[in-house]
């Protein structure tokens, strides 16, 4: 198990740009396939971004493509999402989670951070 947890939320004009951090603790970070995925009001969770354990392998939702990049270091058990050109529909929770699988599917993701507000106006 590994424990998470997110910062780096905030409210930005669109535009604009952010970067949420994930911080990790308990067993090895670097055993986990990480992903962010968010939550609008009244929608699904739905992925985002996904990093393999070493961090050369990276994915990405249609929707974010060439906006967000994903990135890790092992060295400090972190994951990042570098969000840029926000539009107000990427206003949302934001989840960092963990997998011992790569993956898209949220049901394969065992642990999961709290979560972390970003809201884009327009």
């Known amino acids: 198990q590994v424990q998470l947890v997110e910062s780096g939320g905030g409210l930005v004009q669109a535009g604009g740009s952010l970067r949420l951090s994930c911080a990790a603790s308990g067993r090895t970070f670097s055993s986990y396939n990480m992903a962010w995925f968010r939550q609008a009001p009244g929608k699904e969770r739905e992925f985002v971004a996904g990093?393999?354990?070493?961090?050369?392998?990276?994915y990405y939702a249609d929707s974010v493509k060439g906006r967000f990049t994903i990135s890790r270091d092992n060295a400090n058990n972190t994951v990042y999402l570098q969000m840029n050109s926000l539009k107000p529909e990427d206003t949302a929770v934001y989840y960092c989670?963990?997998?011992?699988?790569?993956?898209?599917?949220?049901?394969?993701?065992?642990?999961w951070g709290q979560g972390t507000q970003v809201t884009v106006s327009s």
């Open positions: 989670a963990a997998s011992l699988v790569p993956s898209l599917l949220k049901t394969l993701y065992n642990d």
């Open positions: 990093i393999s354990r070493s961090g050369a392998s990276t």
